[in-house]
């Protein structure tokens, strides 16, 4: 007589019984990993932001010059960073001395961090760069066009950095 080999039909329905289970269990914690991570780069990149307005701060004040407007705080990156009376980030030089327009805050962005994620004032971008406000309200505001819901909001008069995720 000859031996037969393989799997009986039971064997293979087990098995695939056991795989179903399995895979509805792991299924459910695996559906919403697209969005955590959106989340995560809006926080990651946010923190990085808010850091960056820190150190300019920082840097104002070991300069000694509290309390006056700045066309470049010395000590932080190429000291083209523009500050207001407060010591807050305003504007990359050359340009005004003020935030008040998208492209202003698309180039803030820029001057601020070193490799940033890309940001344009449409929407060709990982962010979109947006003005609004005027006078101590104005803000600058970076949307994370992956997911519009999440963005970064930058107000210059507190330095203020607001993540939405």
Known sequence: ??????????????????????????????????GKAHEAAVAATGGSFATAVAMVKSQYIAN????ADTDGVSGFGDGNI????NGWPEEPLPGGTTLSNAGDCRDLWNALMQ??????????????ATFSGSGASRACTYTYQADTSKSIVYTPSNGKVTVNR
């Open 1 to 34: 007589m000859k031996l037969q080999e393989g799997f009986t039909l039971i064997e293979l329905v087990v098995v695939m019984v056991i795989l179903g289970i399995l895979a509805a269990t792991a299924l459910p914690k695996f559906m919403n990993v697209n």
């Open 64 to 67: 000694g010059t509290v309390g």
């Open 82 to 85: 523009a500050t207001n009376a």
């Open 115 to 128: 490799n940033p994620p890309t940001v344009a004032t449409t929407a060709n971008a990982e962010y979109r």
